[in-house]
């Protein structure tokens, strides 16, 4: 749990000087050194684990392998690091237009500032948008620039230093990448953007977080993040149909792995079989799947949705999806079907059919229940579990009894990844709704694409940095108070696994008694199957609406 | 302070040419000369720095959604902020060049005691950027009077339209107010509020500064020294024609100062963050449809040489737990020697809550 008690959060945010409680730094901000203490930076990567990941991508992506602390002075950076980070730029500037125009085009109107969880929770300066950007754009405009060169710091130009190093890795290390800021900039200026080449380029000197690098290694390897191997996957998996059974008394059998000639591919996060409340999202889609007949497997080898490469650079991200089509070629399937997972959907959306398609072995995606054509998934051949469970509902494939989630008064979080950068908003909500009586939305500056990150995505749900995760997740936390007060919300659903892992401890924070769910977990509530059992519990084994006490 | 370094470098400026002028030849270098080199720089450069954007491919299709995307066909898409044709992008381009969208979203969070976060509405700095820019180009589209002969007749229905309130002599035209006003706002706004004025170059406050004086020499020219309009027309419509040689004499000081300010705007524009006028065309989480399942959008650069770990690679590594835990394996195992490392199970860093 975080260091800093609740009560005295509560005061901190609202009433320490900060930008956002009105106290203005007294330097100029490129005067304001970068700070390490413990508490306020993530670990670096462990030295075996950036060895494997060197030795598994051409060049040198990683920098050089060694052990080095944050708080010391000495990061151990190679002779010359000033070069190969202007390089890292130039070549960047080279390869992403969006890159060279985001660099140019920031009037510092401002808009953006209040729009970064992580400003609102810590009031830093550097946490609006804006100054994150101009971290990087200062030592651009220095070396890349006329205005730069000849009128320095007058045209908001500096030369990079240790101290602008530190600033980077500790601020590209406070963005998640959630692209809210981006909704609301008149030139679309995308920090995600921005933050993904500032950490290709800090990996190319070696500086980094062991967060991201340790699940990343782990998915290239063992298929997945936590690092389960293939039995331990499936056991793990298997566990979950004894629970199944223990609230339905159904074995269901449908649940198989890396089985060739399936119809379809099912790729989740690995999260879902490992811990809570991801298991729960885990078994409603196995008694959807049943519900429907589906004929479907799960790989061990593709056992992670999430791509922990993508919070690295575009290398490692290519490299670790890779794994979704050459498995789906291998199995020999039609279609893959996606689990819930806020980044992983990003990555499948905008990156995947580019980095590794065409899938061309694979057929355009067809509900073999309601034969529904996913036109809208016709070349990367991937529909999202929501798509697909929407689709069923609208044709009376399903029979629910959505009074058993009356226990549950829910609201919907979006995920930043599905919302701002997919657009999957209605069918989340299409389907909660036909399957809760009891469901409010959050206030509308705070869902949709106005929607708050969790604070703590991109690899930065890691437990050295509680207090800044707390802070940074305050704006959710906040908006879901709000209809917890008014409405006695007390389920958090929502389509991601990072989420359920990092909004359950933000609301054991902020807001006690609201639980995390996926919202496969209300679906397995409220399905009714074949031969079932009269339910007397949830997924979770908590008693339903009238079966208290 | 930041803002007064700019407003030193703009009085400089205005003095250079007000002393310049009355050097033997000065009249000829700031009214004919530089006017022509600083037309040069921003043809030139403004084109250079477009090509070098356009030069960097789009590797990705990354726009930002910001709505429903087009998915079943009964869940009705957002078509101007989450498009997925071009038309859909065109649409969704107009609103962003021509009425600032984006900006019109904007919010103003608060944090109150509890705590207690809100987000009120926030319209005035997309409202006084709208008056700014628009009023500029009315202003801009204007002196086109004095390139032109004959006047076309849209210039002219706009001097009308701008002067409609028939108020003064010579007619106050409406957008001479305007935007002197939103400068003014945006000034302000940028010293008094402490996140913009923390967060502001001077080169925010230069550009602001030299338009106002750009303003701010014409409507002193137009409406109180009542500048001699035949003379400046001869030098800017010879200008305009490359027929040189008319007499710079009778011109006044000020107008040198109001045309060389424009110089250095000009000059400046490409290398600085008045760029956003080009760039905002080719922002790639604007500009791009949603539909990165449906089309396969290409990368000029993507590296086929990085490939995943292979599924072969896996089994060999976990062939002998695979077998045992009755996952099905593409090669069975081999009767193995006695002493074989077996790989160690990696685990994830766990949290520390």
Known sequence: ?549 | MKVLQALGIVLALMLLAYLGVEVPGGRTLFGVVLPYLGFAVFIIFFIAKVMGWAKSPVPFRIPTTGGQANSLPWIKQNKLDCPSTTSGVIGRMFLEVFLFRSLFRNTQAKIHEGPKLSYGSSKYLWFFGILFHYSFLTIVLRHMRLFTDPIPGFVSALEFGDGFLQVGAPVIYQTDVVFLGALTFLLLRRLILPSIRYISLPADYFPLLLIMAIGTTGVVMRYVTRVDVVSVKMLTQGLATFQLGAPLDGISSLFFVHLFLITVLMMYFPFSKLMHMGGVFLSPTRNLANNSRMVRHVNPWNDPSIKPHSYAGYEDDFREFMVEAGLPVEKELEPKPAEEETPAEGAAPTESE
């Not at chain 1, 399936?262 to 790729?267: D, K, Q």
């Not at chain 1, 497997?297 to 993508?310: D, H, L, V, W």
């Not at chain 1, 279609?335 to 580019?354: A, F, K, P, S």
């Not at chain 1, 008014?486 to 696994?497: E, P, Q, R, Y």
């Open chain 1, 1 to 549: 749990m975080a260091d800093t008690k609740v009560e005295q959060m509560s005061v901190s945010v609202a009433k320490d000087p900060s930008l956002m409680t009105g106290a203005v730094p007294k330097k100029d901000w490129m005067d304001v050194p970068a700070v390490f203490k413990p508490g306020n930076y993530c670990y670096p990567g462990k030295k075996d684990i950036v060895e494997y990941l060197d030795k598994n991508l051409p060049g040198k992506l990683f920098g050089e392998p060694r052990e080095w602390k944050v708080e010391e002075d000495d990061w151990k950076l190679p002779e010359n690091w000033k070069e190969i980070i202007i390089q890292g730029i130039k070549d960047r500037l080279d390869k992403f237009r969006s890159f060279k125009i985001f660099m140019d085009c920031c009037v510092r109107c401002g808009a953006c500032a209040d729009k970064c969880h992580f400003f609102l929770g810590t009031g830093d300066p550097k946490n609006m948008p804006v100054l994150r950007a101009e971290l990087l754009r200062s030592v651009y405009r220095n070396e890349f620039t006329k205005a730069g060169k000849i009128l320095g710091r007058l045209a908001g130009a500096r030369e990079m230093t240790f101290g602008v190093l530190k600033e980077w890795f500790m601020y590209f290390y406070q963005c998640t990448e959630c692209r809210r800021c981006s909704v609301f900039c008149p030139y679309g200026i995308d920090t995600a953007e921005i933050t993904m080449m500032a950490r290709e380029i800090l990996h190319l000197v070696g500086v980094n977080i062991n967060w991201v690098l340790e699940p990343a290694a782990n998915s290239n390897r063992t298929g997945n993040h936590l690092g389960l191997q293939p039995h331990t996957f499936k056991q793990n998996a298997e566990f979950l149909l004894d629970d199944i059974e223990e609230v339905t008394g159904l074995k269901l059998n449908n649940l198989t792995f890396n089985r060739k000639g399936a119809e379809v591919l099912f790729i989740i996060p690995s999260a879902d079989v490992f811990a809570e409340p991801g298991i729960y999202t885990f078994m409603g889609y196995l008694l959807l799947f049943e519900h429907i007949g589906l004929d479907y497997t799960i790989s061990t080898y593709a056992s992670e949705g999430g791509n922990f490469g993508s919070f690295t650079n575009n290398e490692l991200m290519k490299k670790l999806n890779g794994k979704m089509y050459a498995e789906a070629k291998r199995l020999g399937v039609k279609w893959i079907l996606g689990g819930e997972c806020g980044h992983m959907w990003r990555v499948v959306h905008q990156y995947m059919d580019t980095m590794n398609g065409p899938a061309d072995f694979m057929e355009v995606p067809k509900s073999p229940i309601t034969g529904t054509v996913f036109k809208n998934a016709a070349s990367s051949k991937m529909v999202h579990i929501s798509e697909f469970t929407a689709d069923l509902i609208k044709n009376n494939k399903l029979k629910f009894d959505k009074s058993r989630n009356d226990h549950r008064v829910v609201t919907f979080h979006d995920s930043c990844n599905p919302a701002r950068g997919m657009g999957l908003l209605e069918e989340p909500r299409y389907i909660i709704q036909n399957v809760c009586n009891n469901f409010h939305e959050m206030p509308e500056n705070t869902i949709r694409e106005q929607t708050f990150c969790c604070g703590s995505g991109t690899g930065l749900n890691t437990g050295e940095i509680m207090d800044l995760r707390m802070r940074a997740g305050l704006p959710r936390a906040n908006a879901v108070k709000h209809v917890h007060d008014k409405h006695a919300v007390n389920m958090l659903s929502c389509v991601c696994a990072i989420d359920r892992a990092t909004l359950t401890s933000l609301m054991e924070y902020w807001n006690p008694g609201v639980e995390v769910c996926g919202v496969s977990e209300l679906v397995g509530n409220a399905l009714i199957m074949d031969g079932e059992k009269e339910r007397d519990s949830g997924l979770r084994f908590e008693p339903l609406a009238g079966m208290e006490g």
